[in-house]
């Protein structure tokens, strides 16, 4: 059986900021976040990423033990996907965050005077202008799944030679694409009058959501440092990730002035130090973390990597959330894909440090496909419930769950469900098979097989997942008990800089965070029938024509009949 999901659910990540303490403290009762966001403060400033809200988070870790000592998160509701996010409400939950962890700290009778350095991880592509002499933004930032600016990435791909969407991939590592933050920032000079009259001022100042926080912590209008990281910067379009900085050509390709691109600085050191107003009226204002520096800068997924602690060629994570985004450490040299993969930079971890690159591939839906079996089918009432659900059932007795892709057919159903748990374990699988799939591409483009995966993310507590991901792979699967691995690896970054030096990254020194190991226990012909059979389901859906007749209209009622019986769900989408 092949199901597809009505509809497929976006999601977005916000800031986070993490602090770095020298000594060692830790809160056993401080609480961990339930949702993702764009960005977080070591102090560190990370991401997390969210399925429905949004908002700034801020932890503060031990560089000892890189156990979360404090934390704290404001949710934002954004204007999705058609309006983006108020730069200004980000901003501000940024500031609350890191106030309110600092008043956690003082009640905990820890002095935030043993905060020696603040990290920034977020969302990469998501894209803001701003006026640097007035420090207010020009638009709402672009999301990276903004798809207002698919019109703009077609009239790129026709003045390419042959219509080739990978015209600009050897400079790039990337296709072009709605995604990235060069479409974007030409769509905002395109379509936005505010955006283009500054840009010809020269009042404009560009950048991806790390480039405005940094910006507005280290005095905004009045002095603010105008920098990126190289991981963020290799997500734009017009960074040339062989010659780590920003590229004329690319830049002219894009008709993007240079001038109002922000530094592109390594991922650990020291870009400036926190002030205590930015003089802007409209923000909430910090002052606790006043002459603090701001050393450490990753994208969530690079982020996530350092914190996962794969510093060796080869070594990989995969974070589960709404969707899933498995990067693969390839050291110093950036290995082109032939299988659809991107190649991005994955950090550079000091200014006098080489730049390590990774192997990307992101499943779409993940997370979402919980969600959907929650919201639109009523299956379960919350996420937590599908695991036992799923378990209930041990198989998916012949199901198989094929989640809908912007572009693929309309919904397809076979009127020969058996039990809701074998649709709920079916959906489970859907995920490990989309991994599966993108750790195969991974292993055929780098010439050698990963032997374990390292995993993260909201999913990672659903210990059936991980089991099925263990078994469907034919390797170990290894979940850290610590969730926030993004956090940590911006604080980590942050807390290494020259000149914090509170955290050392080398081998030997590096935290022993506990973990959760699954092995596979089935054999491995087992697995790949199991997977063949999945990739026949993909090519069943992807074949489907929605111009001929769908199964009869008693069919389909029987099954939403039958669905409406056992949930007790009146209606259905």
Avoid at 148 to 158: D, F, M, P
Avoid at 411 to 437: D, G, K
Avoid at 471 to 486: A, G, K, Q, Y
């Amino acid at each position: 059986m092949v199901i597809f999901p009505h509809s497929a659910l976006s999601f977005l990540s916000l800031p986070t900021v993490c602090c770095v303490t020298r000594d060692g403290w830790e809160n056993k009762t401080s609480p961990q976040p339930s949702t993702p966001v764009l960005c977080q403060i070591m102090c560190s400033l990370t991401k997390i990423t969210l399925t429905s809200l949004e908002g700034s988070s801020s932890q503060v870790f031990n560089a000892k033990t890189a156990k979360v000592i404090s934390h704290h998160q404001v949710e934002i509701n954004p204007e999705f996907p058609q309006g983006g996010e108020d730069p200004k409400e980000i901003m501000q939950s940024v500031y609350e965050c890191m106030e309110r962890t600092c008043e956690k700290l003082c009640q905990l009778n820890i002095d935030i005077s043993n905060i020696k350095a603040v990290g920034v991880t977020n969302q990469r592509e998501t894209t803001l202008v701003w006026d640097k002499e007035t420090g207010e933004p020009l638009y709402n930032a672009v999301v990276w799944l903004d798809l207002r600016t698919q019109s703009t990435v077609e009239r790129l791909i026709n003045k390419t030679p042959g219509r080739n969407k990978n015209h600009l991939k050897h400079k790039t590592g990337l296709p072009i694409s709605t995604y990235f933050s060069a479409v974007k920032l030409r769509w905002l000079l395109d379509n936005v009058d505010e955006v283009r009259q500054a840009v010809l001022s020269g009042r404009a100042m560009f950048g991806t959501v790390d480039s405005w926080i940094i910006w507005c912590l280290t005095g905004g209008r009045n002095g603010g440092v105008h920098c990126t990281d190289v991981s963020n910067a290799s997500r734009t379009m017009l960074f040339n990730i062989h010659t780590m900085d920003w590229d004329p050509e690319l830049c002219r390709y894009f008709d993007v002035p240079m001038e109002i691109l922000p530094k592109v600085r390594s991922s650990s050191e020291i870009y400036g130090w926190m002030v205590s107003s930015d003089n802007q009226s409209s923000l909430f204002k910090s002052t606790s973390l006043a002459g603090v520096p701001i050393s450490g800068c990753l994208g969530d997924q690079s982020a996530a990597l350092v914190g996962q602690m794969c510093f060796k060629e080869g070594q990989a994570k995969n974070t589960y959330g709404t969707g899933c985004f498995l990067l693969r450490n390839t050291g110093t040299k950036a290995v082109m894909s032939d299988h659809g993969l991107l190649t991005t930079v994955a950090y550079k971890l000091g200014k006098d440090k080489p730049a390590c690159y990774a192997l990307e591939g992101s499943v779409a839906i993940a997370g979402a496909v919980v969600r959907w079996l929650k919201d639109n089918m009523g299956i379960v009432q919350s996420s937590s419930e599908i695991e036992k659900l799923a378990a209930a059932a041990g198989t998916s007795y012949g199901c198989y769950f094929v989640p809908a892709f912007s572009g693929l057919y309309a919904p397809y159903w076979e009127p020969s469900l058996t039990q809701l748990n074998h649709l709920a374990f079916a959906a489970l699988e859907a995920v490990c098979f989309q991994t599966r799939e993108i750790l195969d591409a991974m292993n055929q483009d780098s010439g050698i097989p990963l032997t374990q995966l390292q995993v993260d993310g909201g999913m990672t507590s659903n210990r059936l997942l991980m089991q099925l991901q263990a078994d469907i792979l034919c390797m170990p699967v290894v979940r850290p008990t610590m969730s926030e691995t993004t956090a940590l690896g911006a604080a980590m970054a942050a807390g290494a800089a020259e000149g914090v030096d509170v955290w050392s990254l080398n081998p030997g020194h590096l935290p022993q965070v506990t973990s959760e190991k699954y092995e596979p226990q089935i054999n491995s012909d087992e697995s790949e029938f199991r997977f063949a059979r999945w990739k026949k389901a993909v090519q069943k859906a992807m074949n489907w024509e929605t111009t001929e007749p769908c199964c009869n209209s008693n069919g389909m009622q029987l099954l939403i009949s039958y669905l409406e019986k056992k949930t007790k769900t009146k209606t259905y989408d």
